[in-house]
């Protein structure tokens, strides 16, 4: 596979439900990214991580946890989400983790629906 | 504080016709970058240009051209003769060059559609 790559693409859970969104990216890339994106709202930056290190939370609440094992793989893990969190949630790397001047490469992304 | 508005929320062209996105953004740098992102109903953002603020030289990529106006603080987009694989969501993103921050501010995106 190339590029960046999300599962599941499409995810509806309960409120009460843990569930984990995977990203992994083919690229050599070190650095990687959460994204949410809502229905009319503009995107909004989550995490950032940099050679596995989280440098960027976005004020995003403890009921999303990132983890990042490596440089190819970023996970969001959810737990006892609210229907509000229902958006997609868009991962993405970017060659080096110092300097947005480094295009960042999206992943498809997860269809996340909360009842 | 960093803003970027995108006054279109959707356009509907026939094919052939030109479009213009337009992107007006807000900030305190005096240095930052300016992105274009396509997003087409598959879902990934598909990068398209980034424009660095010192330089406001106009840029064409083949039917597609950038108009930088720092006077103005306005990166606005065109299709030129478009398509219907043109039909997507638009973004235009700025973001700093100093601070080792990587975070990019979003527009709320322009829809464009374009009917055969």
């Known amino acids: 596979e190339t590029g960046v790559t999300q599962t599941p693409r499409h995810l509806v859970m309960g409120m009460t439900n843990k569930k984990s969104l995977k990203c992994e990216q083919h690229l050599g890339h070190n650095a990687m990214y959460w994204y949410k994106q809502s229905a009319k709202k503009p995107l909004e930056l989550m995490f950032v991580y940099n050679f596995k290190e989280q440098t960027e939370n976005n004020s995003v609440p403890s009921r999303f946890s990132p983890e990042c094992p490596n440089s190819s793989h970023l996970f969001l893990h959810l737990h006892t989400l609210q229907p509000e969190d229902s958006a997609l949630y868009l991962c993405?790397?970017?060659?080096?983790?110092?300097?947005?001047?480094?295009?960042?490469?999206f992943g498809p992304g997860t269809r996340l629906t909360v009842l | 504080a960093q803003k970027v508005t995108q006054a279109q929320t959707e356009i509907s062209v026939v094919e052939k016709e030109d479009v213009t996105l337009d992107c007006v953004y807000e900030t305190r740098d005096t240095t930052y970058y300016l992105f274009w992102y396509k997003q087409p109903p598959s879902g990934e953002l598909v990068f398209l240009i980034r424009r660095n603020s010192f330089d406001e030289q106009n840029e064409i990529s083949g039917r597609y051209s950038w108009n930088f106006q720092k006077s103005t603080s306005s990166f606005n987009f065109t299709i030129t003769a478009s398509q219907v694989v043109d039909s997507a969501v638009y973004f235009c993103?700025?973001?700093?060059?100093?601070?080792?921050?990587?975070?990019?501010?979003f527009g709320k995106g322009t829809k464009l559609t374009v009917n055969p």
């Open positions: 993405a790397s970017s060659p080096e983790g110092t300097g947005i001047y480094n295009e960042q490469f």
């Open positions: 993103a700025l973001g700093p060059t100093q601070g080792g921050s990587e975070k990019l501010v």
